[in-house]
């Protein structure tokens, strides 16, 4: 009986680990819509990492300062990087 059911979670173990390797590759239209959804919320980073940095810092205009300079930078990566993901997309089904 301990065999079976340590049988039955190798079994288990084994279909878990090897369902994502099975796995298809992403489809275009989900390269295209992860790309527009990058681009979407990128300017999100203007709000969110100055006050972030604001209050985890002991000077705080220097804290808001880094923000800015943060937020602006990760804005700007994540609209190249959207922009590239959904020009890129329709040959996602090439791969």
């Not at 390797?21 to 990128?42: F, N, Q, R, T």
Request: hydrophobic fraction near 55%; aromatic fraction near 12%; proline fraction near 7%.
């Amino acid at each position: 009986m301990k065999k079976a059911i340590l049988l039955v979670i190798v079994f288990i173990f084994m279909f878990a680990f090897l369902s994502p390797a099975m796995a298809e590759p992403p489809k275009s239209v989900d390269k295209a819509y992860h790309g527009l959804e990058k681009m979407i919320k990128a300017p999100m980073h203007l709000v969110n990492d100055p006050a972030e940095e604001y209050k985890a810092a002991d000077f705080k205009p220097f804290g808001l300062f880094g923000g800015l300079l943060k937020g602006i930078s990760y804005t700007a990566i994540d609209l190249v990087h959207g922009a590239y993901e959904v020009v890129v997309s329709p040959f996602a089904m090439m791969e």
